[in-house]
C-alpha cells in the first residue's frame, strides 16, 4: 500500500513537470518577430518608393495634356491607356501592398502570442527514458546468484526523468532521476541517480564536475543501462565496480592541448559503484575512492577507427564501510581495500557515407582486481580474521554489427573471476538483435548462457531476454554517445 | 621536479596568441568551409568536421575532431538545430569557451534567414523534425549569399584589422555566385513545375527557388525509415501524378529508391547535398551545378 501511494506520487511529480513544460520557444518567437518586423519596413520602403514613381508619372501624363481655351468643347476623351511599365508597377504596387497587409497581420498574431505568460520557459530540457525487460530464466535466483528470480519475470528496470539546462555562462547542470523496482521488495523506487554541475568555461582545458554521478572507469561503467548495446551490463562491471560507476565526488578532465586526441580524468569521492555503501563514523581520506583515466583516439582509416584508455579504481581503506560477502564454503569476508585496473579497446567501421545505415564495433574490456579482505573463515562474529589478497581477473568482448539503420546484431563474451575468490570462474555467451523502430524506441532480443564452475555452488542457466526502451521529450547526444 | 618543467612546457606549447598568423575556422559542414575559404582565402585556415558524404545529421563525434575545435578561433554551423546529432558533444569536449553556444565564436549561418516549415509541434510522432524549421537552405544559393554575409561579418568582427581583404574576397565570390544563379536560373527553365521525390526533406528551398514542385519524400517522417504501406501509397500517388524524378541523396542506401523509380516509371538521380557528396563537387558552386545540370538532364532525356 505505501508503496503503492509511493509510485503514484511519483507518476503525478512527472505529469505536472510535463503539463508545464515548453521547449522554450519565447526566444524564437522573439528572433520571428524581429525578422517579420525587419521585413515589414523593407516592404513599407518599397511601398513609398512605388507610390513616389506613380506620383512622378501622374505629373507627366498631366503635363503632356493639350490647353482647355483651344478646344471648343472637344469631346471626353478616354484617360490615355497606362504603358505596361505603368500596368506592371501599378501590380506590383498592389501586391507589395497585400503582402504588407498580410505581414503585419502575422506580426500582430506572433506579438499576441508572445504576450501570453508561459509559465515553463525556464525549465530546462526534459526528457523521460522507460525501459522494460520481459524474461525467462531456466532456473531460479538461488541457483544462479541473480537479484531477480528465475522462470518468468517482468522488470520495470528504468523509469529515468533526465534534466539539463545552462547553470549560467560558465556552467552546465543535470539531474537522472530514476525509478526502478526494488530487488527485494520489488516496489518502485525513485533515486537521484546523477545531479552534477559541469564548467564550461574553465581555462587551461579543464572541465570540472561535482555532484552525484557516474565516475569515468573504462568504456562502459558510467553509460546507463538502457544505454548499453546489450541488455546487462557485463559481469565483471557488475562485480569488479558495482553495476555503473555512481559515485558522490569531484571529477577533473583534462584535454592535452596537443593536436592528438589525449584526455586525461581523475576524480576523488565517496561511493563508487556499490562499495562503500556505507555511512560511517569518520571519514578519513583514504576511505575515499580515487579514480583516474587515461584515454586517445586514432583514426586508423577515413572510415575506421580505434579508441583506447587505462583506468585504475582505489579505495585505500573501507574501515567499517566495506561490502560484506558470505561465500559458499560459509567464510565470510569484509571488503578492506580496493584496487582495480582496466585496459579497454574500441575498433569501429563505419563507412562514412553510410555511417547511419552500416557499422561494425568491437569493444573490449580487460580488468584486473587486487582486493583486500577482512577474512572471518568460520564465519561466527568474533571469530578469528585474517587479512586475506586476492587478485582476479576479468573481461568483456562484444561485436555488434548495425546492418540497417534499425537493425543491430551482435554477440558478447563475459568471463570472470570471482573477486572474492578467483578460483570461482564464471562465462556467459550473448546474442542479441537490436530493433530500433526509430531514434526513440527500440526493442531488443537477447540470449545469454551462463557457466559456472563448481565453487560457487552456482547453476548453468539459459535467459532470454526482451527489452523495450523508449523516450520522450528532448534527448541530447552528450559525448558519451559516440 | 622535471615532470612539473615538462608539464609547464606542455601548457606552454599549448597556448596561443590570440591572433596567430591564420584565422582558424571550423564549419560543421563543407558547403560553410567552402564559403570561409572564399571569403577568408589567405588569412583563414579552415577544417570542415563533414567530409561531404555523411548525412548532414549524422556526422560522427569523432574524437579527432576535439583537438582542432579546441583551437578554433570561429566555429561556422548551418543552424535551426540540423547539428543537434553531433554538435552539442563535441562542443562539450572541446573544452574551447570561445566557441560555445552563443559565444562570440559560436557563428550561426541562419541568422536573418526565415525557416520554412517550422512544426507546430516537436512531439516525436512527426518524426525527428527541426524544431526551428528545415534546415537544408544552403541548397538554395541566393539564400546562400545571406550565410556569405554572416561569415564575412564574423571573420570582419574577429579580426577589423583584414576588413578591406574580406570584403574584395566576399564581392568576387559574390559577383562568381550571382553570375551563376543568372545562369542556373535559365537553365533550369525545363524544370518548371517538375515534380520530383527525395530520400529525406532536403529540398524545399531548393524548389521553391528554382521552381520544381517538392512532391514528397520516402522516409515516412524525417529520420523515421519508410514501411511497406508508405512505400506503397508514394508509388500510387506517383503513379497518379505522373511524378518523373526521384532523387536519392547518396548517404540513403540506393534499394527503395530505385525500387520506387522502376514502379512508377520515374527517372532516378543521385544528388549531393554538399561540396563533396559525389565526385567533383568539391565547391559549393560546382556542387550547385552538378545538381541543376543532372536534374535538367534528367527531365530532358524524358523528353
Sequence with gaps: MHGGIKMKAILISIIMVFVFYSSGFAQTLEERIKILEEALKKQEQTIKEQQKVIEELKTEMKQGKPSEQQAVTPPKEAAPPLTAQETEKKSTLEQVQQQVQQLKEEVGQVVEAQKKN????????IGLVGESILSYRSRGSNETGSDRPGGFDFNQRSVELNLAGSVDPFARGYAVINASADPVTGEATAQVEEAAIQTTSLPWNLTLKAGIFFGEFGRLSYIHDHELPFVNRPLVLDNYIGGESKTDGVQLNFLLPIPHYVSLTVGVGDQFGDTPNAVGNFRHFDELNFWGRASTYFDLTPDVSLETGVSGLWTPSEE???????????????????????ADLMVRYQPLRNNQFQSLTWGTELLYSDNRYLDNPTGIPGGPVFNRDVGSFGLYSYLAYKLHRQWIVGCLFDWMENPQNNADKTSAYSAWITWAISHWNQ????????????????????????????IIGSHAHGWQER | MLSIILLIGVFCAGARPAHAAKIRIVATLTDLADLARNIGDDLVEVHSLATGVEDTHGVPMKPSFVPMMNQADLLLLVGFECEHAFLPGLLEASKNPRIQRDR???IDCSKGIIPRDVPKSTEHYAGDVHPYGNPHYMLDPVLAKTAIQNIYNALVEFAPQYQGEFTRNRDAYLAKLNAKIAEWEKEVKPLKGVKFVSYHEHWPYFADRFGLDYFGTIELRPGIDPTPRHIEELIAKMK??????????????????????????????????????VPNTETYIKMMDYIIHTMVGAVQSRK
Design chain 1, 118 to 125: 508561459i509559465l515553463s520557459v525556464f525549465n530546462p530540457a
Design chain 1, 443 to 470: 526493442l531488443r532480443l537477447q540470449y545469454t548462457y551462463t557457466t559456472h564452475n563448481a565453487l560457487s555452488g552456482l547453476k548453468n542457466d539459459n535467459a532470454i531476454y526482451l527489452q523495450w526502451a523508449w
Design chain 1, 320 to 342: 567499517d564501510r566495506g561490502g560484506v560477502f558470505v561465500q559458499p564454503d560459509g567464510s565470510i569476508l569484509t571488503e578492506r581495500r580496493r584496487l582495480v585496473v582496466g
Design chain 2, 104 to 106: 562570440a565564436g559560436y
Design chain 2, 240 to 277: 497518379v501524378e505522373h511524378v518523373p524524378i526521384v532523387a536519392r541523396e547518396p548517404q540513403f542506401p540506393e534499394r527503395v529508391p530505385k525500387r520506387i523509380a522502376e514502379q512508377t516509371g520515374a527517372t532516378l538521380i543521385t544528388l549531393p547535398i554538399m561540396p563533396g557528396g
